[in-house]
């Protein structure tokens, strides 16, 4: 097993307030989501923090074991298995050998693709036309 607390440049910190998340997550080079194994994440997630994330321009690193990872379609960010410190180890690494222009445009896919799939009025609009058609 692989110790994070040894690796230089890894912080973990505690919960920020929301209206704060803008401001603080514009301060990384890339982003992390993680989940537990589990056989109901076979079914998809639904983590608030991806918009988010998305939404800050940065790349994503989901370590979460879901199919159709919404992160590797939009291709803004790297999807590995959950719990899996070792594959998390090869990614960090991969990532910070990407020079910053392509970080930056793997962030760009996900802040395009939130804007105009993600926004609340589209959503609800999908949503209120799924719901007519029923």
């Known amino acids: 097993m692989v110790n994070l607390t040894n690796q230089k440049n890894i912080n973990f910190l505690p919960p920020v307030s929301k209206s704060s998340i803008p401001i603080f997550l514009r301060q990384f080079d890339i982003l992390y989501a993680g989940g537990v194994k589990s056989v109901l994440h076979s079914f998809g997630t639904s983590f608030n923090k991806i918009t988010d994330y ?3 321009e940065k790349p994503i690193i989901f370590a979460v074991d879901e199919p159709n990872c919404l992160i590797e379609e939009v291709g803004c ?3 590995i298995p959950a719990e899996n410190e070792t594959e998390l180890v090869k990614t960090l690494k991969y990532f910070a050998e990407l020079t910053n222009e392509e970080r930056t445009a ?29």
Do not use: N, P, W
């Not at 793997?106 to 036309?129: C, V």
């Open 106 to 134: 793997m962030g760009k896919k996900g802040r395009i693709y939130a804007i105009k799939e993600l926004d609340y009025s589209i959503l609800a609009k999908r949503f209120l036309a799924t719901v007519s058609q029923s």
């Open 77 to 79: 960010g790297i999807r």
């Open 54 to 56: 998305m939404l800050a």
